[in-house]
């Protein structure tokens, strides 16, 4: 395992953000746990540094409970492949998914309690009787009876669910629940995500967040995010001064470019259609390609960007390269008209703040952001663009469905329906006035539901609860 420093935050900068009531529950959760947690540790354990919603999470939140005092800190898990093609297969059959179709029987489960035994060596040195140690997912499941056998009070984390469990959900969650009923508590993002055959009362519901004064979310001007995307290579623009000013006063520029797979650049004022996701098939970056060049017709002028990490640098996640290389065969296959409206990004990861406000600039700069996936727990990049006021259109399915409320703060469509994806981003580059109101819905609906302050007060005072004396 390996610690990812935990830098701490100004943990005040909400206070016109978030209703009164949620900031006044916010400060007193603060103000408890710096008490609470004195002499103790509030563990936080995954199985990678960056990519994916886990680790956007931890990196920016951690540090305003660092700042008010708790004493917080956060530890990847290492695994060799093997160990990682284990837990893809159980990531991808816990959202119903079959995955590479291989099996979850003795020898998988040898490869996972091997790793999680050896992971646990290095953290039984550190983490003391009476820390609450947060396990976020499966990959780091296992490690539950072990470290309450070594006297910490451990919370398990389920990012992930599936709306209505079939075989392959039930059977990936017999593979697990022994470990997972040892917990104090367990977390899941959604009411329908809660596993069969855990004790109701140990399991609490807390949807995930954004921090809107990270460089994700950060507000950028106008001029500023075109100069952010040319310098970045994604988006024809006026040249300008690349640099963004972040929530701490400090600043970064923009300086590493993206391999973009396209004929040429967007053009500066082309209307834009965007996704970001990890290259995954579930997040079916296949299916906003066919259905954005078959449906979005040419006289709408529309580009769209597919953007994602560079490929190999998310560590646990083994088939990105493989679904990348369908997207570029499929970018490939598509006829000249079309491959000129579609461009394939991939945002170098190696400075994450750079990639943190690439990001957020594509997402600005977006007319509609899109996140059609075949499953998604809660979906971050649709809260990400809901704050930014763009209309999302979204998957009617998991943490998208419970985010959007269709027609209202965003459009939903049937995942497997490419005209019906076509027809609602038509609508939406179409209708300008729509667009603009169904944003500004967006953005209330997070401001009220889903920022930092929401998610911090559940988890300290679950953390709380389960150690107390
Ligand atoms: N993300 C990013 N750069 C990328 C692709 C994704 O920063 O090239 C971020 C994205 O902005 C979001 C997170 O990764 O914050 C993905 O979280 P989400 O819940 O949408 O999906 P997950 O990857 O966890 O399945």
Redesign the pocket.
Known sequence: MHEVPITPQRPDGFDDLIEADALARYRLALTEAAEGFRGRTWWHVNSASEG???A?LLRSLLGYVAAAGVDTRWVVIDGDPTFFEVTKRIHNRLHGAEGDRGPLGTPERAVYDATLRRELQALAGVVQPGDVVALHDPQTAGLIPLLTAAGAHVIWICHIGIDVPNELARDTWAFLLDEVRAADACVFTRGPYVWEGLDRSAVAIIPPCIDAASP?NVPMEHPTMEAVLAAAGVIEAPVGDPTVPLADGSSVRVRRRAEMLEHAPVPATAPLVVQ???WDRLKDPLGVLTGFAAGVHPELGAHLVL???QVDTVSDDPEGAEAHSEVRAAWGALPHAERTRVHLAS?PVDDLVE??VV?NALQRRADVVVQKSLAE?????VT?AMWKERPVVGSRLGGIAEQIEHGRSGWLVDPTDLAGFGEALSTLLRDDQLALEIGHAARHRVRSRFLAPHFLSAHLELALRVSAP
């Open positions: 994916g919603g886990v956007e994700k970001v996701s990890r953007a994602g990490p945002l990639n943190a990001v727990g809660f979906g971050l990049t990400e």
